[in-house]
């Protein structure tokens, strides 16, 4: 296995997100120190080495409401969550487990009263997977270290990509630059 480095500041100042594909890191750089986060990666398949948890351990880190939507794939309320009209710059994390999911730059309005990405920070950081319940047709969208739920992605966000992130702020945090 590699290691995929992500660094994120002590003192929330990120300025961009890279991608070193012959080394499989990521990193963000900053003016400021920064903690890093280390990600196993496969070499073969490309995928982050998983976080293992019991529900029981996952409880004790995790609000009611995170739980709720990070494990059991639950969904807030429209407008009601910290991020969904944030403007600030900086990178969007997992609240479940810290992985850089999102950045600033990619975010736009979409008018769902969710958080809404036309791409994730690195393709490598989240999973998908056909989610056809309650007869929706839709894909889910995964946090890929530690499985949790983030949201759906659906063809009708903005250009450059055509997607569209829909994600729940509860399942996020934000480091602001």
């Not at 992500?6 to 903690?35: M, Q």
């Not at 007869?135 to 992605?153: P, T």
């Amino acid at each position: 296995m590699k290691n995929f480095l992500i660094y994120i500041p002590l003192l929330a100042i990120i300025s961009s997100c890279s991608s070193n594909k012959n080394n499989n890191t990521s990193s963000f750089e900053s003016t400021d120190e920064a903690v890093i986060v280390e990600v196993s990666i496969d070499s073969l398949t490309g995928s982050i080495e998983k976080i293992d948890r019991s529900n029981e351990d996952w409880k004790l880190r995790l609000t009611e409401l995170e739980y709720q939507v990070l494990r059991e794939a639950g969904t807030e309320r429209a407008f009601t969550g910290e991020l969904w009209d944030n403007k600030r710059k900086g990178t969007y994390t997992c609240a479940g487990c810290d992985l850089p999911l999102f950045d600033s730059e990619t975010k736009f309005r979409s008018g769902t009263g969710w958080p809404s990405f036309w791409e994730p920070a690195n393709s490598l950081c989240v999973a998908e997977e056909v989610d056809n319940a309650y007869g929706w047709n839709r894909v889910e969208v995964l946090c890929a270290r530690c499985d949790g739920h983030l949201g759906h992605v659906f063809e009708d966000g903005p250009e450059p990509t055509g997607l569209r992130y829909c994600i729940n702020s509860v399942s996020l945090n934000f480091v602001e630059n």
